[in-house]
C-alpha cells in the first residue's frame, strides 16, 4: 500500500510537472511551436514520459487546458468555503465569480497566453471546442444561479448572466491584450468595471431584499 501510493504521488508531481512545462512551452512557443520536445526540455524529462502519461502532444495540451479551467473551479470553491461562517449573499457569490476570473494566476503570462492560443485553437479542434464549451456553460450557470435569487423574470436573470458572461470574458481579453507594462492596472479596472455592471443590472432589477 505505501509503495502504491508513493508511486501514485511521484506519478502526480510528475503530471503536473509535465502540465507546467506545457503551459509554459505554449507561452513561449505558442500552440503550433509546442512539440514533444519542447515540453520534454522544459520539464527535465524524456519525451517518452509525455506519452506515457498523456497519449501525446495533443494530450498533454488537453489536460493543461483542462488544469485552467480547474484553477478557475477551485478559486470559486476556495473564496465559498472561506465565506461558509456566514451567509454569502448572491450578490458577493456574483462579485466572487468576477474575482476568481482576474485571479493572479489568471493574470500569469503562461496562463493568458494559454487561453488565447486556446480559444483560437478551438475554433478548429473537436476536443478543445468541448473544453470550450464546458468552460463557458460552467460560467454562465454559476452566474444564472445567483442572478435567479436577483431578478424574478426568468428571461431577465438568464439576459443578465449571458450579458455579464460576454462582460467578464471581454474585458479580460482587452486586458490581456493590453500591451503596456501596467497590465495588473488593466485587470483591476476590468474587474472594477465588471462589478460595477453587475451592479448596475441588480440596481435596475427592482429587487433588493435578496443582495
Not at 520539464?43 to 483542462?66: D, L, N, P
Not at 482576474?102 to 486556446?118: E, K
Request: glycine residues 6%.
Amino acid at each position: 500500500m505505501s509503495n502504491g501510493l508513493n508511486r501514485a504521488n511521484v506519478e502526480g508531481v510528475r503530471r503536473q510537472q509535465l502540465i507546467d512545462a506545457t503551459l509554459k512551452s505554449i507561452e513561449l512557443y505558442g500552440f503550433q511551436g509546442t512539440t514533444i520536445v519542447t515540453i520534454s526540455k522544459l520539464a527535465g524529462m524524456s519525451s517518452g514520459i509525455i506519452s506515457h502519461y498523456f497519449g501525446g502532444k495533443q494530450g498533454v495540451i488537453e489536460a493543461a487546458v483542462r488544469y485552467l479551467l480547474d484553477q478557475l473551479k477551485q478559486g470559486l470553491l476556495q473564496q465559498l468555503q472561506a465565506g461558509q461562517a456566514r451567509q454569502v449573499s448572491p450578490r458577493e457569490r456574483l462579485m466572487m465569480i468576477v474575482e476568481t476570473n482576474f485571479a493572479g494566476f489568471q493574470r500569469s503570462s503562461s496562463a493568458t497566453v494559454t487561453w488565447l492560443a486556446f480559444w483560437a485553437k478551438a475554433m478548429h479542434d473537436p476536443a478543445l471546442a468541448r473544453l470550450q464549451r464546458v468552460n463557458s456553460q460552467r460560467l454562465s450557470s454559476n452566474l444564472l444561479y445567483s442572478f435567479r435569487q436577483l431578478i424574478a423574470d426568468p428571461i431577465a436573470a438568464r439576459d443578465a448572466a449571458a450579458m455579464t458572461a460576454a462582460m467578464i470574458d471581454g474585458m479580460w481579453l482587452r486586458s490581456t491584450l493590453n500591451l503596456t507594462p501596467a497590465t495588473d492596472e488593466a485587470f483591476n479596472e476590468a474587474e472594477r468595471l465588471c462589478k460595477a455592471f453587475i451592479d448596475s443590472l441588480i440596481a435596475t432589477s427592482g429587487r433588493t431584499d435578496e443582495i
